[in-house]
């Protein structure tokens, strides 16, 4: 019994001294500057370089600038550039194949672009047979053309022979841009 007494006393010795111990005056924080711990510089923090983000684009989309212009406008912008021919022949040159492939990505991109080759010759024959050899040349460029993947109902095909000369000299070099054949869009 006598634990039991000591005990209770204990408990009861503790429960009177709690409201002694929580009402107690706590002193004012002082506020003079030597009490202030010393504060120190926070450290650098890493430069990190933040990317700006991407400039508004100011250039049109190039094939809605295309869509949009005039027949006129595409056809002087020289999208489809022109070959030529050897003397007397039809046969396309390793350069003229060159350049139609370069034609025939183009139209293959601008599917509803409808053309017209323009066969021509230089000044040497009689017309009728300048007018059969730009017909020819022509219609080899439409056939390779097709050959690539350019749909053959987009292409028109007509011969101007002599009658259309770039160049009006009796030279070599003359008559070689002559013999040519041109590429004009017709419709879009």
């Known amino acids: 019994m006598k634990k039991s007494t000591t005990?209770?006393?204990?408990?009861?010795?503790?429960?009177g001294a709690l409201p002694l111990a929580s009402?107690?005056?706590?002193?004012?924080?002082?506020?003079?500057?030597?009490?202030?711990?010393p504060v120190e510089a926070p450290a650098a923090?890493?430069?990190?370089?933040?990317?700006?983000?991407?400039?508004?684009r100011t250039d049109?989309?190039?094939t809605a600038?295309?869509?949009?212009?005039?027949i006129e406008e595409l056809n002087r912008?020289?999208?489809?550039?022109?070959?030529?021919?050897?003397?007397d022949q039809a046969d396309l040159r390793e350069d003229a194949r060159e350049t139609l492939a370069a034609n025939s990505e183009w139209l293959k991109r601008f599917g509803t672009m409808q053309i017209l080759i323009e066969g021509h010759a230089d000044e040497r024959g009689t017309s009728a047979y300048n007018l059969a050899l730009g017909e020819r040349r022509a219609n080899a460029a439409?056939?390779?053309?097709?050959?690539l993947g350019v749909d053959g109902s987009r292409v028109r095909t007509v011969s101007y022979g002599k009658e259309r000369p770039q160049c009006t000299g009796?030279?070599?070099?003359?008559?070689?841009?002559?013999?040519?054949d041109n590429f004009v869009i017709t419709a879009k």
Request: positive net charge; proline residues 12%; charged residues 25%.
């Open 7 to 15: 005990v209770i006393a204990l408990a009861f010795l503790v429960a």
């Open 77 to 87: 912008a020289g999208h489809l550039r022109e070959i030529f021919f050897d003397y």
């Open 45 to 56: 923090a890493p430069s990190t370089r933040v990317t700006p983000p991407p400039e508004p």
């Open 60 to 62: 049109t989309d190039p």
């Open 142 to 147: 439409k056939d390779y053309l097709v050959s």
């Open 65 to 70: 600038a295309i869509m949009n212009a005039s």
């Open 170 to 180: 009796q030279t070599e070099d003359c008559w070689q841009r002559n013999r040519r």
């Open 23 to 37: 009402g107690c005056k706590k002193k004012p924080p002082t506020t003079t500057e030597e009490s202030r711990p």
